[in-house]
């Protein structure tokens, strides 16, 4: 499966049971912790994601509506015994905040963590052969990045019954997915047509964690699958969210539709407002498949 759900969709403060932003994006066995605001260890806990398959944790920023749950958590691995090793992905700033969290309780970790700072720019940051995950800037009022998660495919599919009657040597295997054509024993080359078929491009999440609105961020995600875009401010409030380095229904919206995203998906909601139907209302007037993204609800990408 790869799924996302969400843990936390309120920006600033928790407020009317909701909380700040976490969200864990679930593919083959591993679960990729985006953002880790206040409260998402019990949301981890409530919603039943599974901790020990969480290997890599993706920082947007540091406003800590994104970042103050994580030396919780990463504590709490402490206690439970981990010994696997744990990456974050994070600004470079975030290191020296956990390093001083740790040394002024004289916690040392018995597994290892590996710091990986963000670069400046659009790059990929991970591929474990399963998935990639490109960072790019977002504009906010601090440093602020976003994440594209690219579901990992080779070009071409293997044909079972082509290779096993061509006996084609699973070492081969690999090299066949990426489009080589096959040279047998007795020197006769079977083209790489034969023994397979085009396969669908992989999957893709982007998460623009907080930004102003800027429609120059859709070339990092055009034709996503899936995209999560901050919708802090309806939209009446658009000036307030300008100046905040926010923005608001219609504009997400507008990101979605300029990408051209197949679905939308909205959080970072105001404290403002307890009820979210307007809000959807707004969206929808604009990227007609777009939806609320409740806390515990998994979609799948
Ligand atoms: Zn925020
Ligand atoms: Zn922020």
Redesign the pocket.
């Known amino acids: 499966m790869f799924g996302l759900t969400v843990l936390g969709n309120n920006s600033a403060i928790p407020a009317f049971d909701r909380h700040p932003t976490a969200q864990a994006l679930t593919f083959a066995d591993q679960v990729y912790l985006i953002d880790c605001g206040e409260g998402t260890q019990t949301q981890i806990a409530k919603y039943k994601i599974r901790r020990s398959r969480i290997n890599h944790i993706f920082i947007s ?1 540091l ?1 800590g ?2 970042y103050f749950g994580l030396i919780g958590l990463i504590s709490s691995f402490s206690l439970m015994g981990r010994t696997a090793p744990l990456h974050l992905y994070a600004p470079a700033e975030l290191q020296q905040i956990l390093q001083l969290q740790m040394d002024v309780a004289s916690n040392i970790l018995p597994y290892p963590l590996h710091f990986h700072a963000h670069p400046t720019g659009h790059q990929i940051i991970l591929d474990d052969g399963k998935i990639e995950v490109f960072v790019f800037p977002t504009k ?2 601090i440093k ?1 990045y976003g994440f594209l998660f690219k579901e990992r495919k080779w070009p071409r599919q293997i044909i079972k019954e082509a290779v096993l009657k061509y006996n084609v040597p699973a070492v081969f295997y690999q090299r066949l997915q990426q489009g080589e054509d096959y040279v047998a024993k007795d020197g006769k080359t079977l083209v790489n047509s034969i023994l397979t078929t085009a396969n669908k491009p992989g999957k893709e999440y982007a998460y623009t964690a ?1 930004t102003i609105f800027d429609p120059s961020l859709c070339k990092y995600f055009e034709g996503a699958d899936l995209l999560y875009h901050e919708t802090t401010y309806m939209n009446d409030l658009e000036k307030k969210a300008a100046e905040r380095f926010h923005s608001t229904t219609k504009q997400a919206g507008e990101i979605a539709k300029t990408a051209k995203v197949k679905r939308l998906i909205i959080g970072h909601f105001s404290s403002k407002y307890e009820m979210l139907d307007d809000l959807l209302d707004e969206t929808r007037a604009v990227f007609k498949n777009s939806d609320l993204g409740i806390e515990g609800v998994t979609f799948i990408i």
Request: net charge negative; with cysteine; proline share 0%.
């Open positions: 920023h406003h509506d994104h906010h009022r602020c907080d």
